[in-house]
């Protein structure tokens, strides 16, 4: 069975700099896809980033970016220049390529940006 | 702007009653789901539908009973629920037929048992 494990419930960081978000996860499947969501306080989850596992070249989007070691099955996310708007719980997930619907989520990293 | 509707966002309902939360996308998606949310955790994955069959079921109690009427919607109907159902309701929809594809999230319908 896949897991997804974010050891970090909460991470704080001075605006304008780098934070890393952690996130390990284990899986017996070969190919699979993983994923990086943000939930702002009472607002609507949107996803950050998207890495698929069989590509070494790590994803990045703006900002965002991430670590991804797949013989370690980490998958961090680094946010740089951090803004205030980027305060939110942060969600790492996993998901099979095998025909599946089912997401595996992270227990979440609430991510404070002090000004 | 959100491109998955959920309605309404806030519902206050008693143990015997029946209510229905509704989902919408018109982003083609042939994926929905509904999630479960407490506060500070993470979204637990209730029902999926996949080209409007259930595809999947959490073994979720019988008074939530999901319905996928066409490709844009999705309802969950309640009924007889319990104070621990109160908490976010999620819904989501992604591409089907491709693999890896992310999943579009609404704002949620905030539910309250009394």
């Known amino acids: 069975a896949q897991t997804v494990t974010q050891s970090q419930p909460e991470m704080s960081v001075q605006e304008a700099e780098t934070v890393t978000l952690s996130c390990t996860y284990d899986t017996s499947e070969s190919d699979y896809y993983l994923f990086w969501y943000k939930q702002p306080p009472s607002r609507q989850m949107i996803l950050v980033i998207r890495q698929e596992a069989y590509k070494q070249q790590n994803a990045t989007e703006n900002r965002f970016s991430v670590n991804f070691q797949k013989a370690a099955k980490s998958f961090s996310l680094k946010i740089s220049d951090s803004q205030l708007g980027d305060a939110a719980m942060y969600f790492c997930?996993?998901?099979?390529?095998?025909?599946?619907?089912?997401?595996?989520f992270g227990t979440g990293t609430r991510l404070k940006v002090l000004a | 702007d959100t491109e998955v509707t959920q309605t309404p966002k806030h519902l206050v309902m008693g143990m015997t009653n029946k209510k229905s939360l509704k989902c919408e996308q018109h982003m083609g998606h042939r994926a929905m789901y509904w999630y479960k949310q407490k506060a500070k955790k993470p979204p637990e994955l209730m029902f999926v539908y996949s080209y409007e069959k259930l595809s999947i079921n959490e073994s979720v109690p019988s008074r939530f009973s999901p319905e996928c009427p066409n490709s844009s919607l999705l309802n969950l109907h309640l009924h007889a629920l319990q104070p621990e159902d109160s908490a976010l309701y999620l819904c989501?929809?992604?591409?089907?037929?491709?693999?890896?594809?992310?999943?579009?999230f609404g704002d949620g319908t905030r539910l309250s048992i009394l």
């Open positions: 997930a996993a998901l099979r390529s095998s025909g599946t619907y089912k997401y595996i």
């Open positions: 989501a929809s992604s591409q089907a037929g491709r693999l890896g594809q992310p999943q579009h």
